[in-house]
C-alpha cells in the first residue's frame, strides 16, 4: 500500500528533470530528450490518479499523450534536421536569428 | 394701426439682414451694381417700411407690440423674439432707417474701387440688422442681440481693411473695450432676472413701477443703474471706455458716419431712456450718469483741440457730444437726450460723410496741416460741411441749436456745475469746430502734395488721373445735401416743446407716484431767453476766436503751443490715457498671458504631457525590446519562472 | 510493503536515468538513459495496475520513438556538447524558479494533501477494458489522433528533405543524397 502521492512526487521529480534538462543543455537533440521526459512524467501522474479515482479514462489518455508525442518527435526530429542542414550546428545558442 | 400692419414689423430689421445674406454668400461673383441694387434695395425697404409705420402711428394706441416667435422657457422665466414699438422706438427706428439708407447711397460711391466691394455692403446691412433689431427689441435679451451684433458689425467694418496691421488691432481694441462694457450689462441682466423674473420691458417696468426711490446708499436698483451705465459707457465710449473710438476711426468713412456717430454709439443713450424708470428710481445711479456724461463731454472736447487728423476730431467731437446726451439723460431730461441724439445724428453724419468726401478728393490725405483752399475745389463739400459746423456750435436756428440747448436748460434747472461745464464744452466745441473748417477750407492756398494719379491703398483708394483736387460725384454729394438740409431744420420739431410731448406717455408716466410736476413760473421765461443768449454767444465765441487763430493770425498757434510746453504735448497726446491702460492692463494681461498660459500650461504641461508619454513609451519598449533575444533557452527560463510563480501562488491560496 | 519496495526500487531507477540524462555530455548517452527512464516507468505503471499502457510504453514509446530519436543521433553524428555561452537568464531565473516549484509540489503533496494509499495493481487496465473504452466513448479522439500521425508524416517527409531532392523525385537520385550527408557531420 503505498500512498499515492508518492506516485505524483516521483512524476513531479521527472518533470523537474526534464525542465532543468530544457534550460541547462545545449544540444537540440538532449532538449528534445528532455521534453519526452516531461512528458512521461506526467503520463505516470495520469496512471496514478486512474488508480485512484477507478477512472480508467485516465489510462486511456496516457495512450493518446503517447500518440502525440510519437507524432511530435517525428515533426521535431525533421525540422531539427532541416535546421542542421542550413545552420550545420546544433548548438541551440547559434539558433537565434529570430531576435529584435 | 391695423394689426395686420403690424405684423410686418419683424420686416423692418430683416430686410437688411436678406441684403447681408444675399450680398455675403453671391456677392463675390456678383457684379458691382446688382451688388449695390441689393444692398440698397433692402436697405431702403426697411426705410420705407419704417415711414408706413411712422405714418400709421397713433399715439393712442402706442405702444404696438408683435410677437414673432417663442424663445427660451425656464420654469417661469420666459423670453420671446418680441417687437415693441413706441414712440422712443419709432424715433430710432426712423433715424437709423433714414440716416443708414443714405449712407448706403455715399458708399456706393465712395467704395466703389475697393476690392472687397460686396463684403463691405454686405457688412453694413448686416450692421443695420442688428441695430434696428436693438431698438426694436421688447426685452433686454433681444436687446443684447442686437448690442452685440453691432458690436460685431462694428468690428468687422473697423478691421474692414484688415491686411493693415493698424485697422485689424483697432477692430481687435474696439471689440475687447465693449466686451468690458458687456460685462456690466450682464450682471445687470442677471440681477434682474434674479430679482425680477423677466426681461420684458412692461411686465418689468410694471413690477418696478410701485417701489419707492433708493435714496439711502446702494440698493438692488442703483446697482443695475450703475451696472447699466457700465454697459453704455463701453458702447457709447464714455469715460473710461472711450478709448476704441478714435482708433475705430481706421475704418472707411461711411462706416465712421453710420456706426461711430449716427446709431451704434447711441444705444448706450437709447438703453439709458429706455431704462429710465431704474434711473430714476435710483438717483444716486443717475447722478453717475450726469456725471460721467458732463466729465466726458469737456475731456474729449479739450483733446479735440490739438488733433490733426480730420477724422480724430470728429471723433473725439463724437465722444463729446455723447457726453452731452448722457448729461441730459443724468439730469432726467430724457426726451432732450434723444432729441440731440436725433440732431446730432444728421450733423455729425453730416460732417463725417463730408470729411470723408474731402479725403477722397484729395487722394487720401488725412492730416489738415496738409490741407487748406479746398472751399475752391470743393464748394458743395464746403458748403455742407459749413452748415454741419453751424449746427454743432449751436449757432441758431440749426438743429444743434435747439437740442443743445434744451440739455443746457435742463442742467441748469438740476445743478449749475453741470451746466457750467455744459457751456464751457460748448465753447471748446464751437472752437475745434471752426478751427477745421479754417484748416480745412480756409486759405489761399492747397498745402498739401497733388493727389497721385495711381497709387496704393492708403485710407481709401482712388485712381484719378488729376493733379490737384475735385468735387467728389452727385452719388456722394447728395446724401450731404439731404443731411445738411435736416440739420437746417430738423430742430424745429423741438419748437414748442413738440417734440418732448410727443415722447411724453414713454417717459412721464412713469414719474414716483406722489411727485408732482413743478410748475413753471413767469420767471421761468426770462430765464430761458437768458441762458440761450449764452450759448449763443459763447458758441460765436469760438467762432471768432477760431478765426483769429487760424485765418487771421495762423502763426499764433505755434507760439502759443510752445508757451504752454508740456501742457499742450499732453493735450495732443490725449492725455496719455491709451499709454496708461497699456501699462496698466494690456501689458500685464499679455504678459501674463504669454508666460503663464502659454509658455508655462500650454507647453510645459499640455505639450509635455503628450511628448513626455509618447517618449516613455518608446524608451520602455526600446528596453523591453530585448527580452526577445532569439535565445530558446532564456524563453524557456522566463516560462519556468513564471510557471513557478503560478505554482506558489496556488498553493498558498490552498494551504490558506 | 513489497509494494512499497518494488515502487522504491523502480522508482530509483527513474531517478538515477533523469539525472544521467542530465549529466551526460554526449546525446547518445542521454538517449539511453531515456530509454532506461522509460523501462522502470513501465514497471511503475504495472504496478498501478496499467499493463496495457505498461506494454504500450516499452513498444511504442522506448521502441520506437527513443529508436528514432538514436537514429537522427547517428544520422546527423552529433558529438559532445560544446560550452557555449548561453543564456544567463534561463540558469538565473529558471532552474531556482523550477526546483522551488517543484518543492512546493512535493510539499503540498507529501503534507498537505489527504493522500489515500493505492495497493498493487489498484485500476487494472487490461486490453479489453481499454479497447472497450477506447472504441467506445473515445472514438472520436481516437480517429482524430490517427490523422494527426498521418500528417505528422507528411510533415516529416517534407521538413526532412533535402530541397532539391524534391523536384529531382522524379529522376530517383537518391545515390547521390549520401556523400552530403556524410560530409556534413564534420566536427566544427
Same mark, same amino acid.
Given at each position: ?7 505524483? %512526487? ?56 503517447? +500518440? ?14 532541416? %535546421? ?7 548548438? +541551440? ?8 | ?80 423674439? $418680441? ?20 449712407? !448706403? ?89 434674479? !430679482? ?6 412692461? $411686465? ?63 444705444? @448706450? ?87 470723408? $468726401?474731402?479725403?477722397?478728393?484729395? @487722394? @487720401? ?17 464746403? *458748403? ?15 438743429? *444743434? ?53 495711381? !497709387? ?47 415722447? #411724453? ?41 477760431? !478765426?483769429?487763430?487760424? $485765418? ?69 519598449? #526600446? ?6 533575444? *532569439? ?26 | ?188
Amino acid at each position: 500500500m503505498v500512498p499515492l502521492s508518492y506516485y505524483l %512526487v516521483l512524476g513531479g521529480i521527472l518533470f523537474v528533470c526534464g525542465v532543468l534538462g530544457f534550460l541547462i543543455k545545449r544540444n537540440i537533440i538532449t532538449i528534445f530528450l528532455s521534453i519526452e521526459l516531461m512528458l512521461n512524467g506526467v503520463n505516470l501522474s495520469f496512471v496514478a490518479f486512474a488508480a485512484q479515482w477507478h477512472a480508467l479514462s485516465g489510462q486511456v489518455f496516457v495512450f493518446f499523450v503517447m +500518440v502525440v508525442a510519437a507524432a511530435e518527435a517525428a515533426v521535431g526530429l525533421a525540422i531539427i534536421i532541416a %535546421v542542421y542542414r542550413t545552420r550545420e550546428t546544433l548548438n +541551440v545558442d547559434q539558433v537565434n536569428l529570430l531576435k529584435l | 394701426m391695423t394689426p395686420k400692419l403690424l405684423n410686418f414689423l419683424w420686416l423692418v430689421p430683416v430686410f437688411p439682414l436678406a441684403g447681408a445674406a444675399i450680398n455675403g454668400f453671391f456677392g463675390r461673383q456678383a457684379s458691382k451694381k446688382a451688388i449695390s441694387a441689393v444692398a440698397l434695395g433692402f436697405c431702403g425697404l426697411a426705410f420705407l417700411l419704417a415711414l408706413i409705420f411712422a405714418a400709421n402711428f397713433s399715439s393712442a394706441s402706442a405702444p404696438y407690440t408683435f410677437d414673432l416667435a417663442h424663445w427660451l422657457r425656464s420654469g417661469d422665466f420666459r423670453v420671446d423674439f $418680441s417687437f415693441y414699438l413706441d414712440q422712443l422706438s419709432l424715433v430710432m427706428m426712423l433715424v437709423v432707417t433714414g440716416v443708414g439708407f443714405l449712407i !448706403h447711397i455715399y458708399s456706393v460711391g465712395y467704395m466703389w474701387e475697393d476690392d472687397g466691394y460686396y463684403r463691405f455692403m454686405a457688412y453694413l446691412n448686416l450692421f443695420m440688422f442688428f441695430m434696428l433689431t436693438l431698438v426694436l427689441a421688447k426685452n433686454y435679451l433681444m436687446m443684447f442681440i442686437g448690442w452685440e451684433g453691432v458690436g460685431l458689425a462694428s468690428y468687422l467694418l473697423i478691421g474692414y481693411w484688415f491686411i493693415k496691421d493698424s485697422a485689424s488691432s483697432a477692430g481687435k481694441k474696439a471689440f475687447i473695450v465693449n466686451r468690458i462694457g458687456d460685462f456690466g450689462f450682464l450682471i445687470a441682466l442677471f440681477l434682474m432676472i434674479k !430679482h425680477f423674473g423677466t426681461l420684458d420691458f412692461p $411686465s418689468l417696468f410694471a413690477k418696478i413701477q410701485p417701489l419707492s426711490a433708493e435714496t439711502a446708499g446702494v440698493g438692488l436698483l442703483t446697482s443695475i443703474g450703475i451696472l447699466l451705465m457700465v454697459g453704455a459707457a463701453g458702447k457709447s465710449a464714455q469715460i473710461p471706455l472711450y478709448v476704441w473710438l478714435p482708433d475705430a476711426m481706421e475704418g472707411p468713412t461711411p462706416v465712421s458716419a453710420l456706426i461711430h456717430a449716427a446709431t451704434m454709439v447711441t444705444a @448706450g443713450v437709447y438703453m439709458v431712456a429706455r431704462s429710465h424708470l431704474i434711473f430714476e428710481r435710483a438717483p444716486t445711479a443717475l447722478t453717475v450718469v450726469a456725471i460721467i456724461g458732463t466729465l466726458t463731454a469737456l475731456f474729449a472736447a479739450t483733446i479735440g483741440i490739438a488733433q490733426t487728423d480730420i477724422k480724430k476730431v470728429l471723433a473725439y467731437s463724437t465722444v463729446s457730444q455723447l457726453g452731452y446726451m448722457f448729461m441730459a439723460c443724468g439730469v432726467g431730461a430724457f426726451s432732450a437726450g434723444i432729441f440731440h441724439l436725433m440732431t446730432h445724428a444728421f450733423f455729425k453724419g453730416l460732417l463725417f460723410l463730408a470729411a470723408g $468726401s474731402v479725403i477722397h478728393g484729395i @487722394g @487720401g490725405e488725412q492730416d489738415m496741416r496738409k490741407m487748406g483752399g479746398l472751399r475752391l475745389y470743393m464748394p458743395w463739400t464746403c *458748403g455742407t460741411m459749413f452748415v454741419a459746423t453751424l449746427a454743432i456750435a449751436g449757432i441758431p436756428p440749426l438743429a *444743434g441749436f435747439w437740442s443743445k440747448d434744451e440739455i443746457l436748460a435742463r442742467a441748469f434747472d438740476a445743478n449749475w456745475v453741470y451746466w457750467l461745464f455744459g457751456v464751457v464744452t460748448a465753447f471748446i466745441t464751437s472752437f475745434y469746430m471752426f478751427r477745421l473748417i479754417y484748416l480745412t477750407f480756409g486759405g489761399g492756398e492747397y498745402r498739401g502734395a497733388p493727389p497721385p494719379d495711381a !497709387h496704393a491703398h492708403d485710407s481709401h483708394g482712388h485712381g484719378h488721373g488729376h493733379g490737384e483736387p475735385h468735387e467728389s460725384p452727385w452719388v456722394m454729394l447728395g446724401p450731404l445735401v439731404i443731411l445738411a438740409a435736416l440739420s437746417l431744420v430738423g430742430g424745429f420739431v423741438g419748437l414748442g416743446n413738440h417734440f418732448e410731448h410727443f415722447l #411724453d406717455p414713454v417717459f412721464k408716466a412713469a414719474a414716483e407716484p406722489g411727485l408732482q410736476e413743478p410748475a413753471r413760473e413767469a420767471g421761468e421765461k426770462t430765464r430761458e431767453y437768458l441762458l440761450m443768449g449764452v450759448s449763443v454767444s459763447v458758441a460765436l465765441l469760438g467762432w471768432i476766436l477760431a !478765426h483769429v487763430l487760424y $485765418s487771421s493770425r495762423p502763426q499764433l498757434p505755434a507760439r502759443i503751443a510752445e508757451r504752454l510746453g508740456r501742457l499742450y504735448k499732453a493735450v495732443a497726446n490725449k492725455y496719455y490715457v491709451d499709454e496708461l491702460y497699456a501699462l496698466l492692463f494690456v501689458n500685464p494681461v499679455v504678459d501674463g498671458s504669454t508666460t503663464i498660459l502659454w509658455k508655462g500650461i500650454d507647453q510645459g504641461v499640455i505639450d509635455a504631457t503628450v511628448n513626455n508619454s509618447a517618449d516613455s513609451a518608446r524608451h520602455v519598449s #526600446d528596453n523591453l525590446r530585448h527580452m526577445q533575444s *532569439g535565445n530558446l533557452r532564456s524563453y524557456a527560463g522566463w516560462v519556468a519562472a513564471g510557471g513557478a510563480v503560478v505554482i506558489a501562488y496556488m498553493v498558498w491560496m490552498g494551504v490558506r | 510493503m513489497l509494494h512499497l519496495i518494488l515502487f522504491l526500487f523502480f522508482g530509483a531507477i527513474c531517478v538515477a536515468g533523469a539525472i544521467n540524462l542530465l549529466a551526460q555530455s554526449h546525446p547518445i548517452n542521454s538517449a539511453l538513459s531515456l530509454i532506461v527512464v522509460m523501462a522502470s516507468l513501465a514497471a511503475e505503471y504495472a504496478l498501478l495496475g496499467a499493463e496495457f499502457v505498461a506494454a504500450v510504453q516499452v513498444i511504442v514509446y522506448a521502441g520506437a520513438v527513443m529508436v528514432l530519436f538514436i537514429f537522427v543521433i547517428m544520422l546527423l553524428n552529433a558529438g559532445k556538447e560544446e560550452r557555449t555561452k548561453g543564456s544567463r537568464i534561463a540558469i538565473l531565473f529558471g532552474v531556482p524558479g523550477v526546483v522551488i516549484g517543484g518543492v512546493l509540489i512535493a510539499w503540498t503533496l507529501l503534507f498537505r494533501a489527504s493522500a489515500a494509499s493505492v495497493p498493487i495493481g489498484a485500476e487494472y487496465g487490461g486490453p479489453y477494458r481499454i479497447a472497450k473504452l477506447l472504441f467506445g466513448q473515445f472514438l472520436l479522439p481516437f480517429e482524430i489522433t490517427s490523422v494527426l500521425i498521418l500528417i505528422a508524416i507528411m510533415g516529416a517527409v517534407v521538413l526532412a528533405s533535402r530541397p532539391d531532392a524534391v523536384a529531382k523525385r522524379h529522376d530517383a537520385e537518391t545515390p547521390k543524397a549520401m556523400p552530403e550527408l556524410v560530409g556534413a557531420g564534420k566536427e566544427r
